[in-house]
């Protein structure tokens, strides 16, 4: 459903996320760490969700990323995809024809607009604050 690009940057936003709560500013290499991807990719990835300001990237020997509190409880995960993937989630056939509409759908065409409206409704809804909530408690994981 999600590129590789935007699953790792979920994951990595929900990582720091959580550190940030915690009063950490995190390395590219322990979030590459911690989410299982190759540094980097994280780097890439990272790159795009600070131009997007998602995440802050912070310079120098005690530097690292992090994510305002303020940022944690407002930044949705919506944000996350359309940083990365943009909105190509929401469109396109569910079977990957080139030309599927309401007067020419494929055969899973209706019940694909329903997912996919779900789905655009679980990430507008969804912030990393609520993300990291399973984490504390030790009932999400980031790792395979």
Partial sequence: MFSKACEYGIRSATYIASQSLEGRRVSLKEIAAEIDSPVAFTA??????????????????????EITRMDIDTIKLSQIVNAIDGDKI??????GLKECNTSKPCPVHDKFVDIRNDLRQMLENTTLQEMTEGLELGLTYLKR
């Fill in 90 to 95: 929401y469109a396109g056939c569910g079977l």
């Fill in 44 to 65: 890439k990835i990272l790159q795009i969700l600070s131009k997007n300001n998602i995440v802050d990237s912070v310079k120098g020997a005690y530097g690292g990323f």
